[in-house]
């Protein structure tokens, strides 16, 4: 027979299981705090090498945007800074080198570029700062939030959610997927910066770069041993970073086609045809009371006929990745380089 002491040990070690599993409960709304809703968060890494020159005879310092770290090439790299992201507040902690002196000045950080110096200073945004890229909902004809809303998981297995639906009896079906272009570029003008700040500080170039991630944050949350309890995707991202004026290169992996190729692509695969613009002259009427419209004045003087010139517009063009992910597979990165020179001061 069981002891009173055993049965309460037994029943408090059941307690104690009970609570740690219940820890292990979580429940994903679509969409979330950082994630899209089909479940998608971007993340960006980036590092970029830049080289600066300072002309004047005296010495510059030089404020950097706390949202980047920075390594300055000189005195043993000493003269740095970087960010930490604390993932309890979500606030970045900053950790400077113990000489302040080098920099940071009238508290603003940075770095010194002195009289007729060049120099090297990197730029990261690494892994460590969560830096998120927000990508696009997926959207569809259905009318509110239709489909797969909270996703529930215990011990890494997915129990079960909630699906919205739409109350019309008109809409059986309500939408077709098509992979949907989620994000659009961020333009960065980096050798546009220095002019409009100091006409003596020249950016001679710079190479870097960049990593973009994209995870599926429901599903990579679960074990997911078994494919069925996963859910794919159908998607496009675009190039995150464009560097105005600089050459990209060597993407991994190669991406799908140009974004002027994508928008006649996603016409095809939807079966749509672009509109052609009506471009008929109406005619006014006779007999309204009008003067009729002609290249000569009343006085007879004959005018010429202005010719219209219309402007060229170079299309923006950029890297577009058209992504499935299937069971087993939920998360995809992104890499590619930059470079940019100007050795003309």
């Not at 993340?43 to 770290?69: G, H, I, Q, R, S």
Request: aromatic share 12%.
């Amino acid at each position: 027979m069981v002891s009173r002491k055993a049965l309460s040990l037994a029943m408090v070690s059941l307690f104690l299981l009970s609570i740690s599993l219940n820890a292990l409960a979580e429940d994903y709304s679509l969409p979330g705090g950082d994630y899209n809703n089909i479940g998608l968060k971007g993340e960006l890494v980036m590092w970029v090498n830049v080289t600066l020159v300072n002309l004047a005879p005296y010495p510059k310092f030089v404020v950097v945007n706390p949202l980047y770290d920075f390594q300055v090439y000189r005195f043993g790299g000493t003269e740095a800074m970087r960010g930490v992201k604390n993932e309890t507040t979500g606030s970045t902690v900053h950790y400077l080198p113990p000489d302040l002196s080098k920099n940071t000045l009238n508290y603003r950080v940075g770095f010194w570029v002195y009289a007729y110096e060049t120099v090297k200073v990197a730029f990261r945004i690494t892994e460590a700062r969560h830096y998120t890229l927000p990508l696009k909902d997926y959207s569809d004809d259905c009318s509110g939030s239709v489909g797969i809303s909270v996703l529930r998981y215990e011990n890494g297995t997915l129990v079960g959610g909630k699906i919205n639906s739409v109350h019309d009896l008109n809409q059986p079906v309500c939408g077709v997927i098509y992979p949907q272009l989620l994000n659009s570029p961020v333009v960065i003008r980096l050798n546009d910066i220095l002019p409009s700040m100091d006409g003596y500080v020249k950016m001679l170039k710079y190479e870097g770069s960049v990593e973009f991630k994209i995870t599926d944050v429901p599903d990579s949350a679960g074990v997911n041993d078994t494919s069925e309890k996963e859910f794919p995707l159908l998607f496009a991202v675009s190039e995150p970073l464009l560097f105005a004026n600089a050459t990209s290169y060597e993407y991994e992996p190669p991406y799908s086609m140009n974004y002027t190729d994508y928008m006649d692509f996603i016409l095809k695969y939807r079966g749509l045809s672009m509109k052609k613009e009506s471009h008929a002259i109406h005619q006014t009427s006779e007999g309204n009371g009008l003067f009729p419209l002609t290249n000569s004045l009343i006085s007879g003087v004959s005018v010429p006929e202005v010719q219209k010139t219309e402007p060229t517009i170079k299309p923006l063009d950029f890297p577009i990745w058209i992504v499935y992910m299937g069971p087993g597979v939920n998360t995809l990165e992104i890499r590619y380089r930059v470079k940019w020179e100007n050795y003309s001061g």
